[in-house]
């Protein structure tokens, strides 16, 4: 759990770093580029939150047509 814990804050301060300095890249201004890196990664959360429930809505989805016997599985090229 620690070590889940410590390369958590890793990783958010790479992306942090990241966004940042592409953020100034693009304007050149301090707090325009630590708002946009201190925002993007909370939309990106939101987003990823609603991308997980369609991927368990597809996977409940296929499940569900392969126990009655159904085709759809066929529609994609991997399965997880």
């Known amino acids: 759990m620690k070590r ?5 804050l890793s990783f958010l301060s790479l992306h942090f770093v990241v966004g940042f300095s592409v953020a100034y890249a693009f304007t050149g201004q301090a707090g ?25 809505r597809a996977d409940a989805g296929l ?11 066929r529609r994609f ?4």
């Open 4 to 8: 889940d814990l410590a390369k958590t």
């Open 32 to 56: 325009v580029s630590s708002a946009i890196a201190l925002v993007e990664p909370m939309a990106n959360a939101v987003v990823f939150f609603f991308h997980e429930r369609a991927w368990r």
């Open 63 to 73: 499940a569900r047509d392969h126990a009655h016997g159904g085709d759809s599985g």
């Open 77 to 80: 090229a991997f399965h997880c």
